[in-house]
T-cell receptor, first 115, second 111 residues
Framework: EPEVTQTPSHQVTQMGQEVILRCVPISNHLYFYWYRQILGQKVEFLVSFYNNEISEKSEIFDDQFSVERPDGSNFTLKIRSTKLEDSAMYFC?????????????FGPGTRLTVL | AQRVTQPEKLLSVFKGAPVELKCNYSYSGSPELFWYVQYSRQRLQLLLRHISRESIKGFTADLNKGETSFHLKKPFAQEEDSAMYYCALGNYGGSQGNLIFGKGTKLSVKP
């Protein structure tokens, strides 16, 4: 069964450094998402993406964040200058149809630790 | 504002006992509700959604609009049901649906 993959599984970085988290969505899916989960807190929506454009973004997704689909398979989340509070688990998800009722398939997550 | 509340952080039951994981939502329209499960060291995966009205792994969930609830139930818990369970509400706020999650309930089924 096809799955969403994410790399790396764990990223450690220094405050102020740039990080790029990578995701490969399921191949026939057109709608992509990033969520994050700070330790002990709920999973929070960051951004949704379709047709090479951001569809929606949350208040968390400020100017330090950007997303890109650099080629036909990868979907990336970049944090320009990491802060301590960016430490979290980042989940990528994809869906076939971008409607509310559609199932979103999640990747295993990337644990980001900012020192 | 749309919101999902899961009041229990941890629910511990013995094998064979009934299980009910509570979920309440805040949304004025017709909600799309989901239960996602995360087994140890595995990814979040969809368990069931109310629109499908199905039973997965013996779990069911009924939408109660009057009580704004979508509790997850299973009559006889199994040890392999031990996992984190997240209730999620589909967000109608924009052009592409995203999910609003509750904080999750850790279910521990003891032998």
């Amino acid at each position: 069964e096809p799955e969403v993959t994410q790399t790396p599984s764990h990223q450690v970085t220094q405050m102020g450094q740039e990080v790029i988290l990578r995701c490969v969505p399921i191949s026939n899916h057109l709608y992509f998402y990033w969520y994050r989960q700070i330790l002990g807190q709920k999973v929070e929506f960051l951004v949704s993406f379709y047709n090479n454009e951001i569809s929606e973004k949350s208040e968390i997704f400020d100017d330090q964040f950007s997303v890109e689909r650099p080629d036909g398979s990868n979907f990336t989340l970049k944090i320009r200058s990491t802060k301590l509070e960016d430490s979290a688990m980042y989940f990528c998800a994809s869906s076939e149809v971008g409607v509310v009722a559609d199932t979103q398939y999640f990747g295993p997550g990337t644990r980001l630790t900012v020192l | 504002a749309q919101r999902v509340t899961q009041p229990e952080k941890l629910l511990s039951v013995f094998k064979g006992a009934p299980v009910e994981l509570k979920c309440n939502y805040s949304y004025s329209g017709s909600p799309e509700l989901f239960w996602y499960v995360q087994y140890s060291r595995q990814r979040l995966q969809l368990l069931l959604r109310h629109i499908s009205r199905e039973s997965i792994k013996g779990f069911t969930a009924d939408l109660n609009k009057g009580e704004t609830s979508f509790h997850l139930k299973k009559p006889f818990a199994q040890e392999e049901d031990s996992a984190m369970y997240y209730c999620a509400l589909g967000n109608y706020g924009g052009s592409q649906g995203n999910l609003i999650f509750g904080k999750g309930t850790k279910l521990s089924v003891k032998p």
